[in-house]
């Protein structure tokens, strides 16, 4: 019964600070966890990336890729031009000019020069190492080889040019010609200042290769886009000659 006793007192002396040793070691070892929980927060918060900094990125990849399939694409073409370009007609080009897919620069003061207007940018369709390089268009004028293209060239892809021992291109007459079909025109043969075009077997046009120059005069003045509508082509058209470089 002592004993008893004495446990029961024991237990009444230390119950209760037992039970609030327990408590604050119960809320100590909460609030750790808490503080340690709320650490772990902030450090996967820190680990995430900023929305800004995740659009960003999407951005420059997007445009990465956009870029990646311009080129792609760039290239595909130009390999198809080189592939075609011995089934397309190869531009006429300015008096002297050379190597324009590496020398020009696209900078336009050849035609800006050009009191003729017979220089214009090349189109898409004559290919992309044409595109917006110099080319003789002889429905808008006529080569007179004044050099003024040659003299404001700042690269060399136009050098001097001497019209009496280099030529440009080449006349060569089409099936529109009026002359070919009923011997009724001989404006080629009055217009050309070089001689190179006289008339045989009744009217019919006979283009001398050594004396033609390829200025194109005789383009720009034949009639026969006017007296036959439904053409589109004219009776004569001047190419470039076979060496001369593109």
């Known amino acids: 019964m002592t004993q008893s006793l004495r446990k029961e007192h024991t237990k009444s ?12 070691e119960h809320g100590e070892k909460e609030r750790v966890e808490r503080s340690a929980s709320g650490d772990r927060s902030d450090a996967c918060a820190n680990l995430r990336p900023h929305p800004s900094a995740r659009s960003r ?3 420059i990849a997007g445009a990465g890729g956009i870029g ?46 050009c009191h003729a207007d017979v220089i214009r940018p090349g189109n898409l369709e004559e290919g992309l190492l044409v595109m917006r390089t110099p ?41 529109a010609c009026i002359a070919l079909r009923t011997g009724a025109c001989r404006v080629c043969a009055d217009v050309c200042p070089y001689d190179a075009v006289t008339l045989v077997d009744g009217n019919r ?41 593109s």
């Open 68 to 113: 990646a399939l311009l080129l792609l694409g760039a290239l595909v073409r130009q390999s198809e031009e080189r592939a075609d370009a011995s089934a397309r007609p190869e531009p006429v080009r300015p008096p002297g000019g050379r190597d324009f897919a590496s020398l020009c620069l696209r900078c336009d003061r050849c035609r800006s020069a």
């Open 57 to 59: 990125r999407d951005l």
């Open 13 to 24: 002396e230390c119950g209760p600070e037992r039970e609030r040793e327990h408590e604050v």
């Open 205 to 245: 046009p006979e283009i001398d290769s050594e004396r033609c120059n390829g200025c194109g005069r005789c383009v720009l003045e034949c009639p026969s886009n006017l007296f036959q509508s439904l053409r589109a082509t004219r009776g004569i058209e001047v190419v470039a000659r076979k060496g001369v470089p």
């Open 135 to 175: 080319v003789l268009d002889f429905k808008l004028g006529w080569c007179d080889f004044c050099g003024d293209c040659a003299d404001v060239c700042p690269t060399g892809a136009i050098r001097p040019f001497d019209p009496k021992t280099e030529r440009v291109g080449l006349a060569r007459l089409t099936d």
